[in-house]
């Protein structure tokens, strides 16, 4: 069974940083593509960042580009999210998710963990 | 970036009737390769997003035939042919084209 486990959220002061871990069960994150989307209280979903399958690289909202890090530890096949400079509007649950958009329906996603930005 | 408009943004439908949500892409996200990158997820109140639709009208693994999804290029839909309590939710169109991903702004279902 596909399982996704996101850890690493909570309370942080503006200019703080976060690392944001996803614990991958199932499968293996290498062979996936894998992302983080994140969801601000009471508003929709919007997509954070991707890291490709190969060594090709990762991509990221425009947002959060030059803050933000995707990577991933084959090893313990597990997915982080490094943010940093953090800003109030950056608070949101964020949830990793598999396969966004495969052709193959591959699309699962974690239970999230909530990120507050504020002093 | 793919701007992606559903609606409509409220859907109160009564048990048994059909609903039906439309997404509108501002680029077509049929690709070369022939398929089009448009998927359907449900979240459900206090729950992550679930996945129902793939590739525009692929029905995911566990997804009931009440569910479908149809489209071309920049114009989708996603339809239940008779809504069941366990429907509520928000529903959400996404783009998987090109980066940055995008979704739309979700629709609410509601029942009378």
């Known amino acids: 069974e596909v399982q996704l486990v996101e850890s690493g959220g909570g309370l942080v002061q503006p200019g703080g940083s976060l690392r944001l871990s996803c614990a991958a069960s199932?499968?293996?994150?290498?062979?996936?593509?894998m992302h983080w989307v994140r969801q601000a209280p009471g508003e929709g979903l919007v997509w954070v960042s991707r890291i490709n399958n190969d060594e090709s690289g990762a991509s990221y909202a425009d947002s959060v580009r030059g803050r933000f890090t995707i990577s991933r530890d084959n090893a313990k096949n597990t997915l982080y999210l490094q943010m940093n400079s953090l800003r109030a509007e950056d608070t949101a649950v964020y949830y990793c998710?598999?396969?966004?958009?495969?052709?193959?329906?591959?699309?699962?996603w974690g239970q999230g963990t909530l990120v507050t930005v504020s002093s | 970036d793919i701007v992606m408009t559903q609606s409509p943004l409220s859907l109160p439908v009564s048990p048994g009737e059909p609903a039906s949500i439309s997404c509108r892409s501002s680029?077509?996200?049929?690709?070369?390769?022939?398929?089009?990158?448009l998927d359907w997820y449900l979240q459900k109140p206090g729950q992550s997003p679930r996945l129902l639709i793939y590739?525009?009208?692929n029905r995911a693994f566990g997804v009931p035939d009440r569910f479908s999804g149809s489209g071309s290029g920049t114009d989708f839909t996603l339809k239940i042919s008779r809504v069941e309590a366990e429907d509520v939710g928000v529903y959400y169109c996404?783009?998987?084209?090109?980066?940055?991903?995008?979704f739309g702004q979700g629709t609410r279902l509601e029942i009378k």
């Open positions: 199932g499968f293996t994150v290498s062979t996936y593509w």
């Open positions: 998710a598999r396969g966004l958009g495969y052709a193959s329906g591959a699309a699962s």
């Open positions: 996404m783009q998987a084209l090109q980066t940055p991903f995008t």
């Open positions: 680029q077509s996200l049929l690709h070369s390769n022939g398929y089009k990158y």
């Open positions: 590739s525009g009208s």
